[in-house]
């Protein structure tokens, strides 16, 4: 066993059997705590809240569950699977800096503590984060209350967030120990092909077919929708705010390019003129024409994102 695993583990163990609770969550005890797991963890999975990163996570959960024989009623929960055999790689899936509470000037560019952790940073069309993000904040976080409008100009974690949070890890992508893009888009054309570069990236066992199959079945948007109706995973992260206002669930539409649907002319010229003069080149497929006609017609090779 390497011996960071070896440490990992009798020091959770440890920790558990030892400490009160009311001690190691709180203070420098806690402190101590958070930077022993982030030491630990051999990847992250980064993204943009409300950039496909509950799909995604789902999928890669259902397989690793399968693979690892945990027998987990959740599989989105993947941070806690160590905890149930060495064996699984300790992964975090975390928004990073939380860039969303902030306006772009302000969202973090130094990345160095990541400097030797594998990333696999999740993106999708800043277009449609945008919007979904809104809704989110809006009826399930409720730390907003404006029109789409006026948040699109004014708000924090607006279009200047999300591109300032994109630009930070195209420039940082060759400062880290490996880096791999995978994008909401190429998830729409092929999930297969995304997860099983996801699963390699991630040092995990490569899934056979029927695996990727039944993973992308669980994960489907009328699958999880029923989930999250019936709270099958008993957790917040996946329960709508309001069962009666579509708006307020977390799996709400599952569209590419659906922000068509929710910006005038005048505010997607604004929207696209932004990203073409701020975004950095690495993110190039999200230059005109839109990534929404991208994923409609599958314009290159599916789950080759980067």
């Known amino acids: ?20 609770q009311g001690i190691k969550t709180k203070g420098p005890l806690l402190a101590l ?12 999975v980064l993204s943009y809240p409300k950039a496909g990163r509950t799909w995604f996570r789902t999928m890669i959960g259902y397989i690793i ?17 160590w ?50 993000y809104y809704f989110d904040a809006k009826n399930r976080m409720k730390v907003i209350d404006c029109s ?37 888009e190429d998830m729409h054309v092929s999930p297969r092909s995304v997860l099983k570069k996801s699963a390699a990236f991630l040092q995990l066992p490569p899934p056979d077919d029927e695996l990727l199959d039944r993973a992308v079945e669980f994960a489907s948007f009328e699958n999880l929708r029923k989930i999250e109706l019936a709270d099958g995973f008993g957790h917040k992260r996946l329960r709508p705010a309001d069962p009666d ?7 709400r539409r599952g569209k590419a390019g659906g922000y068509v649907d929710y910006f005038s002319a005048d505010e997607i010229a604004f929207i696209d003129d932004y ?16 990534c929404r006609d991208r994923a409609n017609r599958g314009a290159r090779e599916p789950g080759l994102a980067g």
């Open 1 to 20: 066993m390497p011996l960071r695993t070896g440490l990992r583990d009798f020091s959770f163990s440890a920790g558990e059997l030892l400490l009160p």
């Open 33 to 44: 705590r958070r930077a022993a797991s982030f030491w630990a963890r051999d990847a992250f």
């Open 65 to 81: 569950n399968r693979q690892y024989d945990l027998a987990t009623d959740n599989p989105m929960e993947i941070q806690h699977f």
């Open 83 to 132: 905890k149930l055999s060495s064996r699984v790689p300790n992964i975090a899936f975390t928004h990073d800096d939380n860039p969303n509470l902030k306006f772009g000037s302000e969202v973090e560019t130094d990345k160095s503590r990541y400097a030797s952790k594998r990333i696999l940073f999740l993106t999708r069309d800043p277009r449609d984060v945008l919007v979904s």
């Open 148 to 184: 789409l409008s006026d948040y699109l100009r004014t708000g924090r974690g607006s279009i200047d967030a999300i591109v300032a949070f994109y630009n930070a890890w195209a420039r940082a992508r060759t400062s880290v120990r490996d880096f791999q893009w995978i994008c909401y």
């Open 245 to 251: 206002n579509p708006d307020s669930f977390k799996v």
């Open 275 to 290: 990203i073409a003069r701020h975004l950095d080149p690495f993110f190039d497929i999200y230059q005109r024409p839109s």
